[in-house]
Structures are given as structure tokens and as C-alpha cells.
């Protein structure tokens, strides 16, 4: 057995070939303009880090309805879309021979309520809970046929655009409580119908909007998804259900899973849980290895490039997924590749929330890339605290508004 480096390239089953192992994985960059669509300065941010050294960027989540945002600068896929933006903005994060994936998400609950205060869900459940700030949030209605069949529909239909515009792959958002994570989570699915109640049932929304997009895209486009290793709540989708859906994956052909885990009110994704090291979900990906032959990503934490070799050669994965770090440097994935750098380093801790932990760190990831696609460094100095605060404005807008009366 050859044992893989971060330099090695990946053939994916499609026939795509990533030219490295590191990947940025999806950060939401909230850089849209106010009608959803992709904005130079977006395209700014794309282009450094195609000049950064990933063989594979994922972009932040882009919405297949526009009447579902998961916040009020994404970037949307509508049938009015002028493809000239996005072909601008794939363009420019392709520059340098990477991959740039676009990943396709619809929120469900995790909404906003002053930007939809009826959320499309599985079902009827509680309104999301975040920071105990369940008003920020509206209690969903259960989706019925016509509006299952509809979103999946757009998830095709977007990717279809996304392959147009120069995207070299998409990723379906399956992870982080999101409405495909909704569909697998039997807390948030207490359907009865084709849709709920077992996991064959709780999976087929995502099996159906990946053999869909398949058809789509035609044989030879990469397609991935990002999946929870588990809510990590109780009563949750489990681990073992976790690595069920693999074995169907595996089944039904992916060319790229990717692990994370948690959701809004679990937000283990930015968190070592306990007695994990450095990476999250190391853990689970060794498992899940023993149980399925897949190309595998793994994303939260992984700092050192020891680690990332280690994982990588013990074949606990194929490909490293990291986040943060790229916002406080755009050529992280290069300088991790030649050795330059041990260890990539997180944005700052916001003072006054270091209590929030790594959610912190999101918040200020957000500044940092509003920075880079202004042009400017990721520091802290001056620019950095006017990029800080209209980023917390608008984040807290999001989150915090009053409900709608
Ligand atoms: C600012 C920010 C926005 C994020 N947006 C997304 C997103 O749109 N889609 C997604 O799958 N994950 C998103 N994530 C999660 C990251 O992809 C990743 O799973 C998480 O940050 C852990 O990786 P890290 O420890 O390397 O940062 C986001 C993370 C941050 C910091």
C-alpha cells in the first residue's frame, strides 16, 4: 500500500482528480449583494485562495431557494440569476488549476425569523434553540409532497447552473442541522410517511436529492455531501445511524463524504468535545473506514501538519478539511504543503466572548474574510476592527432582530 502525502493528488470515482489533499472546507462569507448574488469582492476573496495552495475550495453555502436564507447575505440560486456573477466569481477561484466546489444548502428551521418566519421543515418541531434565543427563530411547518418534490427539484436545478457557470463539483450541505440534516435527525423528523420514522425512510430526502443532481450534472461532475458523524444531542441521529448512511452512500456512489457534526444547538463543529484531540471526528472517520470503502474527508480542528500526515497515512482519510485558519491566512493550504508552516493558526478569540469558545473564532472568521475580499490583510489593526464591528452588526441583525410584527 502507498502511503499518501498531503502533495499526492486524488482520483475521485467520477474521474476528477483533486491536485492535493488539503481542502477549504464551506465557510458561509455573507458577501452576497442584497439580491443574493455573488459580488466582486466575493470573487476577491475566491481568487486568493485559489492562489493559497488547496486542491479543493468549498464555497459557503449557497441557498437552492431564494426564499430560504440561512442568512440575509448569502448567495442564492434563483431562477432570475445572472450567470455572469457566478461565472466571474468561479473564474476567479479556479485561477490556479484547484477545484472550487460550490455547496448547495437549503436552512429548513435553521432560518432566521425576521427573514422567514415559516420555515420549511420535516416537520412541526420547536423552533430552533440558539444562545437560548428560541425567538429568534419560527416554529417550521411540516413540508408536504408538493414542497419536498419542489426543493429537490432546486437542489438538481442548482447544481445544474453551478456546473454551467464553471464550478468544478458541488457538495449537498447534509450536516449541521440544516434541512437535509433535519430530514435524518429523528428529532427534528417525526414524519410517518416515505420521509420519516426509519432511517431508509429519514435518508431518502438525501438520496434523492443527490441521484437527482446526478442526473444533472451527467457522470463525470464530482459530487459530494457533508455529513453529521452525529447531532450530538440526545434522542439525535446516532453515530451508528451515521455510518448506516455511509454503507447507502457507498451503495447508491459519492465521490467525496465529508465529516463534520453538531447543529445550531449543538455546535460541536467548533469544539473539541471531550477527551478528543486535535481533530474532531478522527474517531469516527477510523471507524467508519473499517465499515466502507469511500473517499473521505474529515473537517474541525486540524491544526498541525503532523496530525494531518498521520491521519493521512494511517488512512483514516483521504482529505483534510479545515476552516478557520484560512481566514486568518489565505495561503495556509501552501504553506502547510511545503513545509513552511507547523501549524495553522485560528483567527483570534473575540474579547469579552472567549466563553463562546470556538463559535468566537467563527464570528471573528467573518471579519477576517471580509477583509481578505476587500483586499487587505486579516489583521485586527484598525481596518480590521470597522470589518469586525459591521460583520457583528450584521450578524447580530440576523440573529437577534425582533420578531416581525
Ligand atoms: C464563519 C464560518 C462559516 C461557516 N459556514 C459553513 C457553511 O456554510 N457550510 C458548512 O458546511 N460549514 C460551515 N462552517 C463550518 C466549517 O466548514 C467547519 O466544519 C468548521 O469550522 C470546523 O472546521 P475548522 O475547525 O477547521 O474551522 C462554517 C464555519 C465558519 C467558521
Not at 425567538?135 to 417550521?140: D, E, S
Request: proline share 6%; aromatic share 6%; net charge neutral.
Amino acid at each position: 500500500m502507498t502511503i499518501a502525502t498531503l502533495n499526492d493528488p486524488l482520483t475521485l470515482p467520477c474521474g476528477a482528480t483533486l491536485p492535493n489533499r488539503i481542502a477549504k472546507a464551506a465557510m458561509s462569507e455573507h458577501l452576497a449583494s442584497p439580491k443574493q448574488s455573488p459580488t466582486r469582492r466575493l470573487a476577491r476573496l475566491y481568487e486568493r485562495w485559489s492562489a493559497g495552495g488547496a486542491g479543493l475550495l468549498i464555497t459557503g453555502n449557497v441557498m437552492v431557494d431564494q426564499a430560504h436564507l440561512e442568512a440575509v447575505r448569502n448567495v442564492a440560486v434563483k431562477p432570475e440569476s445572472n450567470i455572469d456573477h457566478f461565472r466571474e466569481w468561479a473564474a476567479a477561484g479556479t485561477t490556479h488549476g484547484n477545484h472550487l466546489w460550490m455547496q448547495l444548502n437549503h436552512p429548513g428551521r435553521q432560518t432566521p425569523r425576521h427573514l422567514n418566519p415559516s420555515p420549511g421543515a420535516p416537520s412541526a418541531v420547536e423552533p430552533v434553540n440558539l444562545f437560548r434565543r428560541a425567538k429568534a427563530f419560527a416554529k417550521p411547518h411540516a413540508m408536504d409532497e408538493t414542497e419536498i418534490a419542489r426543493v429537490i427539484g432546486e437542489f438538481a436545478s442548482a447544481a445544474a447552473f453551478a456546473q454551467t457557470a464553471g464550478f468544478t463539483g458541488v457538495q449537498v450541505h447534509g450536516a449541521h442541522g440544516y434541512l437535509v440534516s433535519q430530514f435524518l435527525s429523528p428529532l427534528t423528523n417525526q414524519r410517518s410517511d416515505q420521509w420519516g420514522g426509519s432511517l431508509d425512510n429519514r435518508a431518502r430526502f438525501a438520496r434523492t436529492v443527490l441521484s437527482e443532481i446526478r442526473t444533472a450534472v451527467g457522470d463525470d461532475f464530482p459530487i459530494g455531501i457533508k455529513l453529521n458523524s452525529a447531532d450530538f444531542q440526545r434522542g439525535g441521529f446516532t453515530e451508528d445511524e451515521s455510518m448506516r448512511v455511509l454503507r447507502m452512500l457507498q451503495e447508491d456512489g459519492i465521490d467525496l463524504v465529508e465529516i463534520s457534526g453538531g447543529s445550531y444547538e449543538s455546535r460541536v463543529m467548533f469544539d473539541k468535545v471531550e477527551n478528543q484531540r486535535e481533530a474532531f471526528f478522527l474517531d469516527y472517520a477510523r471507524k467508519a473506514r473499517a465499515e466502507v470503502d469511500l473517499p473521505m474527508m474529515v473537517t474541525g480542528g486540524f491544526r498541525a501538519r503532523s496530525i494531518m500526515q498521520d491521519a493521512l497515512s494511517s488512512g483514516a482519510l483521504d482529505v483534510v478539511g479545515m476552516a478557520r485558519p484560512f481566514t486568518n491566512n489565505p495561503h495556509v493550504a501552501q504553506d502547510l504543503l511545503d513545509g513552511r508552516t507547523a501549524t495553522a493558526t485560528d483567527p483570534p478569540v473575540m474579547p469579552g466572548l472567549g466563553r463562546l469558545g470556538g463559535s468566537s473564532q467563527a464570528i471573528m472568521s467573518f471579519a477576517q474574510m471580509r477583509l481578505l475580499a476587500r483586499g487587505k490583510s486579516p489583521t485586527l489593526r484598525f481596518g480590521g476592527l470597522g470589518a469586525l464591528l459591521t460583520s457583528l452588526v450584521q450578524e447580530s441583525a440576523d440573529l437577534f432582530k425582533p420578531k416581525r410584527p
